[in-house]
C-alpha cells in the first residue's frame, strides 16, 4: 500500500500568514492527489485535486503543487474560516486510497 | 442540489452486526463509483471501499476483508456498508462519499460505537 507523509501534523499561524503543508507519498502518484479540509464535527471537503486543481466554488488563495512523490499546499493568506485539519489523498492506480495523517491550522 | 444522506449508525456489541445506507438524491447514482470512509474518533481519515457504478468492482481496506460488505442498489439510490463480526477497532464516524477515489460529495457521517 502506498504511505502519505504529511507534514507538520499542527501549525500555527496568523490571519494573513502564508502557510504551507507538504505530503509525500511512498511511490510515485503521479498527480493523483488531493487535498481535503475538514472543520469539527463536519464532512471533509475537497478543495484540491489531481494535485494542482481548484474545486469550483473554492477561494483563490487556495492552492496546491507537486507530482510524482512530493506535494504542497498552500493557503496564501490564511484566513479565519480557514481554521481546520487539512488531510491530503491519494488514488493512484488500485484501492486502498490512503490520506495523510491531517495537519490540525490554529490561528495564532 | 446534489446530496448523500447517512443512516444506520448506533451502538453495537463486539462480534456484532450493523447496516449502514447512503441515499443519494440530485444525481444519477448508477454513474458514479461510490465510496465509503471512516474517522475513529479524534483521528484521521481512512479509506475502508469503494463500489464500481455497476457493482461489478469492488474494492476494500485489507482491515475490513471478509467482515464488510459494500454494496449498491441504483434503482433506489441506495449505497450500503454490511458491517458483521465488528471489532472495537471499527469505532469510527462513517462517512458515503461520491467518486472512487477523489470525493466531491459526502454524507453527513454516521457513528458506530463497539462496546459491550
Known amino acids: 500500500d502506498i504511505q502519505m507523509t504529511q507534514s507538520p501534523s499542527s501549525l500555527s499561524a496568523s490571519v494573513g500568514d502564508r502557510v504551507t503543508i507538504t505530503c509525500q507519498a511512498s511511490?510515485?502518484?503521479?498527480?493523483?492527489l488531493n487535498w481535503y479540509q475538514q472543520k469539527p464535527g463536519k464532512a471533509p471537503k475537497l478543495l484540491i485535486y489531481?494535485?494542482?486543481n481548484l474545486k469550483t466554488g473554492v477561494p483563490s488563495r487556495f492552492s496546491g503543487s507537486g507530482y510524482g512523490t512530493d506535494f504542497t499546499f498552500t493557503i496564501s493568506s490564511l484566513q479565519p474560516e480557514d481554521i481546520a485539519t487539512y488531510y491530503c489523498?491519494?488514488?493512484?492506480?488500485?484501492?486502498?486510497?490512503?490520506f495523510g495523517q491531517g495537519t490540525k491550522l490554529e490561528i495564532k | 442540489e446534489v446530496q448523500l444522506v447517512q443512516s444506520g449508525g448506533g451502538l453495537v456489541q463486539p462480534g456484532g452486526s450493523l447496516r449502514l445506507s447512503c441515499g443519494a438524491s440530485?444525481?444519477?447514482?448508477?454513474?458514479?463509483?461510490m465510496s465509503w470512509v471512516r474517522q475513529a474518533p479524534g483521528k484521521g481519515l481512512e479509506w475502508v471501499a469503494n463500489?464500481?457504478?455497476?457493482?461489478?468492482?469492488?474494492y476494500y481496506v485489507d482491515s475490513v476483508k471478509g467482515r464488510f460488505t459494500i454494496s449498491r442498489d441504483n434503482a433506489k439510490n441506495s449505497l450500503y456498508l454490511q458491517m458483521n463480526s465488528l471489532r472495537a477497532e471499527d469505532a469510527a464516524v462513517y462517512y458515503c462519499?461520491?467518486?472512487?477515489?477523489?470525493?466531491?460529495?459526502w454524507g453527513q457521517g454516521t457513528l458506530v460505537t463497539v462496546s459491550s
Open positions: 511511490q510515485d502518484i503521479t498527480n493523483y
Open positions: 462519499a461520491r467518486g472512487a477515489g477523489d470525493y466531491d460529495y
Open positions: 489531481d494535485a494542482s
Open positions: 440530485g444525481f444519477t447514482l448508477s454513474d458514479y463509483w
Open positions: 463500489i464500481k457504478q455497476d457493482g461489478s468492482d469492488k
Open positions: 489523498q491519494q488514488y493512484d492506480n488500485l484501492p486502498p486510497y490512503t
